[in-house]
């Protein structure tokens, strides 16, 4: 069965760019199987989609969040990565990635908290 | 952009059945997924495409959508079933949408 895990610095400087890193186990994210997203939810709120990304590369995104976000898989390491930049403390959240189809998420992670702090 | 309304809260008694809503413009016309988020842990997919439910789901979870809103509808409700609800669809526009969320409190 398909696992997530989601990896990242924990605590990230306003105006720096964000990294995170999602390993997929159990599966590969080249199979075609899924489409992969990533998602935040800052502390006390909801759930916000910020974009996916499929097998053959093409990406889509929340268009609130286009200019600043990529997302990109490495088939070699098995793991997603979620680029944001200029972040604020409004980018503080858990942040999960997910597996699923276009449209609804079947499988996530048990998501990393991002603090943006000075 | 699309917008879906839920009501922040919904309280049942224990045997009882909760129904949560989803409000949009026009949603019967789209799929309408739910998510069950427990404290501290990540969303579970719980009904998707209005009305299906995922493996190992229990059948005390159903869905259904019609005209502007779309309706979770959990029955013999637990103690357990204490948690945050999201509905969540695609618009063509907006791409993924999420709810606001509902907080279910088993009384």
């Known amino acids: 069965q398909v696992q997530l895990q989601e990896s990242g610095p924990g605590l990230v400087k306003p105006s720096q760019t964000l990294s995170l890193t999602c390993t997929v186990s159990?599966?590969?994210?080249?199979?075609?199987?899924?489409?992969w997203s990533w998602i935040r939810q800052p502390a006390g709120k909801g759930l916000e989609w910020l974009g996916r990304?499929?097998?053959?590369?093409?990406?889509n995104y929340n268009p609130s969040l286009k200019s600043r976000v990529t997302i990109s898989g490495d088939t070699s390491k098995n793991q997603l990565s979620l680029r944001l930049t200029s972040v604020t403390a409004a980018d503080t959240a858990v942040y999960y990635c997910?597996?699923?189809?276009?449209?609804?998420?079947?499988?996530w992670g048990q998501g990393t908290m991002l603090t943006v702090s000075s | 952009s699309y917008a879906l309304t839920q009501p922040p809260s919904v309280s049942v008694a224990p045997g009882k059945t909760a129904r949560i809503t989803c409000g949009g413009n026009?949603?019967?016309?789209?799929?309408v997924h739910w998510y069950q988020q427990k404290p501290g842990q990540a969303p579970v997919l719980v009904v998707h495409?209005?009305?299906d439910r995922p493996s190992g789901i229990p059948e005390r979870f159903s869905g259904s959508n019609s005209e502007n809103t779309a309706t979770l509808t959990i029955s013999r409700v637990e103690a357990g079933d204490e948690a945050d609800y999201y509905c969540?669809?695609?618009?063509?526009?907006?791409?993924?949408?999420f709810g606001g969320g509902t907080k279910l409190t088993v009384l």
């Open positions: 997910a597996g699923g189809s276009w449209y609804a998420f079947e499988i």
């Open positions: 159990g599966g590969s994210i080249s199979s075609g199987s899924y489409y």
């Open positions: 990304i499929y097998t053959t590369g093409n990406t």
């Open positions: 026009n949603i019967g016309s789209k799929g």
């Open positions: 495409d209005d009305s």
């Open positions: 969540q669809v695609w618009d063509r526009s907006s791409d993924v949408v």
